[in-house]
C-alpha cells in the first residue's frame, strides 16, 4: 500500500515529462520538433514545455470540477505568466549551476530516492526503477523533475532565505 501510494506522489512528478509524439511529415519534409519561445542565459524554453505546462493546468482545473473550455481558455490567459514563470525556472536552474549546488541537488535526489525504497522494502535502487517502470513512471524523468525542483529551492536558499535572515539584525527580524 505504501509502495502504490509513493509511486503515485512520484507520478504527479513524472506528469510533467508526458508529451504528445511529433506528428509525422511526408518524407522528405522537415519536422519541427520544437520551437523556442525563448532563450535565458545559455538556456533555453521551448514551445513543448509551455504546452506541458499548459496541460498540466488544463488537467488540475478539470479535476477541480471546472469544464475543459472554461479550463482552456482559463489557462490561455495566464499563458504570459507561465512564460515568465519557465523563464524564470530557467534562470534558477542556471545560478545553482554557478553557485556550484549540482552536486548537493544530485546527493539530494539520490537520498530521496533510496528513501523512497526503503519505505517500500526495496533493497537497491536498480529495483525501485524497475518497480517504477512496473507502474507506468520514467525513473529518468521523476529524478530529473527531482533536480530541478530541489536547485530551485536551493537556490532559493542560498541566495534569498540566507540573506533576508542574515542580512538583519536580531532587532530587525523580530520587528
Known amino acids: 500500500m505504501k509502495f502504490k501510494l509513493a509511486l503515485a506522489l512520484l507520478a504527479v512528478l ?18 519541427v520538433v520544437d520551437e523556442v519561445i ?5 538556456g533555453i524554453v ?9 496541460k498540466e493546468r488544463v488537467d488540475t482545473l478539470k479535476q477541480n470540477g471546472m ?21 524564470n525556472e530557467q534562470l534558477l536552474l542556471q545560478k545553482g549551476k554557478e553557485l556550484d549546488l ?7 535526489v539520490n537520498k530521496r530516492m533510496l528513501a523512497v525504497a526503503k519505505e517500500n522494502g ?13 507502474a507506468g513512471l520514467d525513473p529518468t524523468g521523476t529524478r530529473q523533475t527531482m533536480r530541478i525542483e530541489i536547485m530551485k529551492q ?9 540573506k533576508l535572515f542574515y542580512g538583519f539584525s536580531v532587532d530587525e527580524l523580530r520587528k
Open 154 to 162: 536551493a537556490v532559493m536558499e542560498s541566495e534569498v532565505d540566507s
Open 67 to 87: 469544464p475543459e473550455a472554461q479550463a482552456n481558455a482559463e489557462v490561455d490567459k495566464h499563458k504570459a505568466e507561465l512564460i515568465a514563470t519557465l523563464i
Open 102 to 108: 549540482t552536486q548537493r541537488v544530485e546527493d539530494e
Open 122 to 134: 526495496i533493497t537497491s535502487i536498480e529495483k525501485l526503477d524497475q518497480a517504477m517502470r512496473e
Open 38 to 42: 525563448a532563450q535565458v542565459g545559455d
Open 14 to 31: 513524472a506528469a510533467c515529462f508526458v508529451s504528445p509524439s511529433p506528428a509525422r511529415a511526408q518524407e522528405g519534409e522537415p519536422v
Open 46 to 54: 521551448t514551445l513543448s514545455q509551455l504546452k506541458r505546462e499548459m
